[in-house]
């Protein structure tokens, strides 16, 4: 039976999706995009609880700036529990953020909960693994063995310094990568938890507002298929659009992670090659529901 996409609409990236329930969320933009106070994002959890659904398929929230929405998303399927969380993305979305939650801190949130057995992050390329970003890594879910980077590009040496190679797993290219962790994933199936951010792939397959990894379609199309049967529950993310913060820091940080302003002229190509894909990866999440 075919679930029904949900849209929590914050920045209006994710355009039309028949059949889909749409929750408008624009006047929270600017509170939550990107990162937030945990008070702020207790506000946002009760309108969360208020506007959803008993029952939905994938989430699409918009641009990856609101991946920290996974976190709650995931804490709805606690009694689906033990299940793993399989999370496409560029970034370890594990760091350190000392003012609340962020786009790139949540991972450690979901990584400790009870009922979450493993998370693994697939498709990393960026230096926020390298040595020089280390102290920013919560090392916590790492040492705990409850969360794994599957990654390319980076030297991760210095994690088996601390005991961590077992956590890190370091790959050529995409084709290894997926390879590996398809018979990884054939070995211990389990139900799962899917989260797409589309920074993952290469700016040939999506275009989005962050640096982007190696990932083609095929790639992720393989692992989805690897999964059939035993997807509970999924969300996309990693939507392109063009916003500016009226907040300070929000600015200043989001410069800092190298979030460059998106080009008119080009919203439009980037958004209609996003919501295509989008409609092929629900369709292959589709079928790889329980």
């Given at each position: 039976?075919?679930?029904?996409?949900?849209?929590?609409?914050?920045?209006?990236?994710?355009?039309?999706?028949?059949?889909?329930?749409?929750?408008?969320?624009?006047?929270?933009?600017e509170?939550?995009?990107?990162g937030?106070?945990?008070?702020?994002?207790?506000r946002?959890?009760?309108?969360?609880?208020?506007?959803?659904?008993?029952?939905y398929?994938?989430?699409?929230?918009?641009?990856?700036?609101?991946?920290?929405?996974?976190?709650?998303?995931?804490e709805?399927?606690?009694?689906?529990?033990?299940?793993?969380?399989?999370?496409?993305?560029?970034?370890?979305d594990?760091?350190?953020?000392?003012?609340?939650?962020?786009?790139?801190s949540?991972?450690?949130?979901?990584?400790?909960?009870?009922?979450?057995?493993?998370?693994?992050v697939?498709?990393?390329?960026?230096?926020?693994?390298?040595?020089?970003?280390?102290?920013?890594?919560?090392?916590?879910?790492?040492?705990?063995?409850?969360?794994?980077?599957?990654?390319?590009d980076?030297?991760?040496?210095w994690?088996?310094?601390?005991?961590?190679?077992?956590?890190?797993?370091?790959?050529?290219?995409?084709?290894?990568?997926?390879?590996?962790?398809?018979?990884?994933?054939?070995?211990?199936?389990?139900?799962?938890?899917?989260?797409?951010?589309?920074?993952?792939?290469?700016?040939?397959?999506?275009?989005?507002?962050?640096?982007?990894?190696?990932?083609?379609?095929?790639?992720?199309?393989?692992?989805?298929?690897a999964?059939?049967?035993?997807?509970?529950a999924?969300?996309?993310?990693g939507?392109?659009?063009?916003?500016?913060?009226s907040?300070?820091?929000?600015?200043?940080?989001?410069?800092?992670?190298?979030?460059?302003?998106?080009?008119?002229?080009?919203?439009?190509?980037w958004?209609?090659q996003?919501?295509?894909?989008?409609?092929?990866?629900?369709?292959?999440?589709?079928?790889?529901?329980?």
């Amino acid at each position: 039976m075919r679930r029904e996409p949900l849209i929590l609409d914050f920045d209006g990236s994710v355009g039309h999706l028949p059949g889909s329930t749409t929750i408008a969320l624009g006047d929270w933009q600017e509170a939550i995009r990107f990162g937030c106070t945990l008070s702020t994002f207790r506000r946002l959890r009760r309108r969360l609880d208020e506007s959803m659904p008993a029952h939905y398929g994938t989430v699409l929230m918009g641009s990856g700036d609101y991946h920290h929405l996974t976190w709650p998303l995931v804490e709805r399927q606690r009694a689906k529990g033990p299940f793993q969380l399989v999370v496409f993305d560029n970034h370890p979305d594990n760091m350190r953020f000392p003012w609340g939650i962020h786009c790139g801190s949540w991972v450690r949130k979901v990584a400790m909960l009870p009922y979450v057995d493993h998370v693994h992050v697939v498709g990393i390329t960026s230096g926020d693994i390298g040595a020089g970003h280390a102290w920013e890594n919560y090392l916590r879910p790492l040492l705990a063995g409850k969360l794994t980077y599957w990654c390319m590009d980076v030297d991760v040496d210095w994690a088996a310094r601390l005991g961590l190679s077992s956590a890190f797993r370091r790959y050529a290219d995409p084709d290894a990568l997926t390879a590996a962790f398809v018979a990884m994933l054939g070995e211990a199936p389990q139900a799962t938890y899917l989260s797409i951010d589309k920074d993952a792939f290469s700016v040939s397959t999506a275009r989005t507002n962050w640096d982007q990894g190696r990932i083609e379609e095929r790639h992720a199309m393989a692992i989805i298929d690897a999964l059939r049967g035993h997807i509970i529950a999924s969300d996309i993310n990693g939507e392109v659009s063009a916003y500016r913060y009226s907040t300070w820091w929000k600015r200043l940080l989001s410069g800092m992670d190298g979030q460059a302003p998106v080009p008119q002229s080009e919203l439009d190509a980037w958004q209609a090659q996003q919501r295509a894909l989008n409609s092929r990866l629900l369709a292959a999440i589709d079928a790889s529901c329980v």
